[in-house]
């Protein structure tokens, strides 16, 4: 069987792949679906551009859809980038953009974390702490409804980029418990502390709380 994910995010599909694989699901993006819209992401909160992708593109295949949206909340900076952190460097953003502007936004305000946790022993700032949110929605066509979850993951954001896996802004949170950054994890590790994974975990909870499957 597959399920279908509500995502062009290729860093997403990655891991949702990894995690249904245990399940005996394949997935499948919004790539298999070239003919389908691009949802509008136009809510204020992450839980409701989930719902927004999941029901747009749910409501079109008559099927259930999960959609993931997630962001980086940052403490020095408000909060931001938040639910535009796809979209914080503009238009044409990239990972390596939206990274540059987090680091020239966090310089100009001069944030400094220092002495709140461990640092990388070989070097490296921490300028703030903060946290990769997740929020999950899958679109259940006979409810014309949703059952969702919320995952998060606490850490500190880096002066500089460190280590090549994952995707998005791992690069630059900082985990002091495991002493890595977001990057430096395998998808499985990741799976096992992160803001996805812990959505993920609370969403099959719900779904056999409501008997669906
Ligand atoms: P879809 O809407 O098609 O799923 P997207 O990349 O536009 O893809 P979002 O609107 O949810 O998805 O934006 C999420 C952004 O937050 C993503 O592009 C990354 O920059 C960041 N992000 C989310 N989860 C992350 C993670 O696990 N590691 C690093 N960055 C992450
Ligand atoms: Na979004």
Redesign the pocket.
Same mark, same amino acid.
Do not use: I, P, V
């Given at each position: 069987g597959y399920i279908v994910v509500a995502?062009?995010?290729a860093?997403?599909v990655k891991e949702f792949a990894h995690a249904f694989a245990g399940l005996g699901l394949s997935v499948r993006s919004?790539k298999d679906y070239p003919e389908l819209p691009e949802p509008v992401?136009d809510g204020d909160t992450f839980a409701a551009?989930a719902r927004i992708?999941a029901g747009t593109i749910g409501r079109l295949l008559g099927a259930p859809v999960l959609a993931? $949206?997630?962001?980086?909340c940052v403490d020095a900076l408000g909060g931001a980038p938040g639910v535009y952190?796809?979209r914080y460097s503009g238009p044409g953003a990239t990972?390596a953009r939206?990274n540059a502007k987090l680091l020239r936004e966090l310089e100009a305000a001069g944030a400094d974390a220092s002495g709140r946790a461990a640092a990388p022993p070989d070097g490296g700032r921490l300028l703030s702490a903060g946290r990769?949110v997740?929020a999950l929605a899958l679109y259940v066509p006979e409810r014309d409804g949703y059952i969702e979850s919320e995952g998060a993951m606490e850490g500190f954001v880096l002066d500089a980029p460190r280590g090549s896996g994952?995707?998005?802004? $791992?690069p630059l949170l900082w985990l002091p418990e495991l002493g890595r950054s977001?990057a430096e994890l395998s998808v499985e590790e990741k799976q096992r502390v992160?803001?996805?994974g812990e959505a993920l975990r609370r969403l099959l909870a719900e779904l056999e709380r409501s008997g669906i499957r």
């Open positions: 995502t062009g995010n860093g997403k919004l992401e551009n992708k993931d $949206d997630s962001g980086l952190s796809a990972d939206n990769f997740c994952g995707f998005g802004y $791992d977001a992160s803001h996805r």
